[in-house]
């Protein structure tokens, strides 16, 4: 069985840093990755995607703040967020997929953005 496994989410001051990381229990070489957040009451959205030959592409919302990558060797996904505001705040999620028919989720990492 799959697992993605997210990390390194936590509570930041508006302006701050973190950098979220998803493991995975699989190769991740020949998948396309994505991040995802959800706020309370809002629907899942797309953050920032990497496709297997590693271009990337970003929701409007963190172009210029977020950077996604990829450690093919370690079957890692980061999201490295920068000049987070409170409108960051979310479960954000990790995908790998191949396909729609082929795609897999991990858990969700709490982030909150808070004085």
């Keep these: 069985q799959v697992q993605l496994v ?26 396309n990755a994505a991040w995802y957040r ?5 629907k899942r959205e797309f953050v920032a995607g990497i496709t297997l030959r590693g271009t990337t592409n970003y929701a409007d919302s963190v172009k210029g703040r977020f950077t996604i990558s990829r ?3 370690n079957s890692q996904v980061y999201l490295q967020m920068n000049r987070m505001t409170p409108e960051d705040t979310a479960v954000y999620y990790c995908k790998l997929y191949q396909s729609p028919l082929r795609d897999y989720w991990g858990q969700g990492t ?6």
Excluded: K, M, W
């Design 6 to 31: 997210e990390s390194g989410g936590g509570l930041v001051q508006p302006g701050g840093s973190l950098r979220l990381s998803c493991t995975a229990s699989i190769s991740i070489f020949s998948f």
């Design 71 to 73: 450690d093919n060797g």
């Design 38 to 42: 959800q706020a309370p009451g809002q």
């Design 110 to 115: 709490q982030v909150t953005v808070s004085a």
